[in-house]
């Protein structure tokens, strides 16, 4: 059975994804602010600038970096899992080979 990184774009329902989404930016977000590099922000929604409802696709690998979460949000933007901006460009986020 390939991993949820391995699935083709839009191989889960969108609502499924979202609702991964929305679990994903909450743990990190929490994390964050524990830390206190949450950068002021008192929800997920405003530390990363989107809604769950916001995310077109995630990426669970990046060339050259590894495992981790980036948000492709539908406006074009892609934001790793810290908030940080991240290239847009998909060759970036194309499955590691085997």
Do not use: C
Request: avoid cysteine; hydrophobic fraction near 30%; charge should be positive.
């Amino acid at each position: 059975m390939p991993t949820i990184s391995q699935l083709p774009r839009h191989a889960i329902p969108d609502e499924v994804m979202r609702n991964i989404a929305r679990e994903t930016m909450n743990a990190h977000f929490r994390t964050m602010f524990s830390k206190g590099k949450n950068r002021g922000a008192e929800t997920p929604e405003q530390f990363y600038g989107f809604r769950p409802e916001d995310v077109d696709e995630m990426h669970f690998h990046k060339q050259g970096f590894g495992k981790g979460v980036w948000y492709r949000v539908k406006d074009g933007r892609v934001i790793d899992a810290l908030g940080r901006p991240s290239e847009p460009e998909r060759h970036w986020y194309a499955p590691k080979a085997n």
